[in-house]
């Protein structure tokens, strides 16, 4: 497998939105692809994620934080996996990172355990001012 490469951060004010991408094309074979982010002297915390459409339900998962504000997404042609953030806090704050697990290891459900991911971008930071 290749690199993931994120882009899209930056600084925006309170209410804005902005929009992540993370290039996967050399991920075809992905079980599960998720946002992640974290935060100075934070645990990494997992904001979406999106099960393989040929494997489990085509349902998004979202952190309670995120839930109605951020959109995950993927382009299958382009292969390109978005996160959508709208409606952004101070809280939001964060290097954002995208993952992919290939091996099934975020199976029934465990979508937000950063140990399932196997492959990790570099990140790319978020900074939201007040």
């Known amino acids: 497998h290749g690199l993931l490469v994120e882009s899209g951060g930056g600084s925006v004010q309170a209410g804005g939105s902005l929009r992540l991408s993370c290039g996967v094309s050399?991920?075809?074979?992905?079980?599960?692809m998720a946002w992640f982010r974290q935060a100075p002297g934070k645990e990494r915390e997992g904001v979406a994620a999106?099960?393989?459409?040929?494997?489990?339900?085509?349902?998004?998962y979202y952190s309670d934080s995120v839930r109605g504000r951020f959109t995950i997404s993927r382009d299958n042609n382009e292969m390109i996996l978005y996160l959508q953030m709208n409606d952004l806090k101070a809280e939001d704050t964060a290097m954002y990172y995208c993952?992919?697990?290939?091996?099934?290891?975020?199976?029934?459900?465990?979508?937000?355990?950063?140990?399932?991911?196997?492959?990790w971008g570099q990140g790319t930071q978020v900074t939201v001012s007040s």
């Open positions: 993952a992919v697990d290939v091996g099934g290891f975020t199976f029934n459900g465990a979508w937000s355990r950063a140990d399932g991911y196997g492959y």
């Open positions: 999106l099960y393989s459409l040929d494997t489990i339900s085509r349902t998004p």
């Open positions: 050399d991920f075809a074979d992905s079980y599960c």
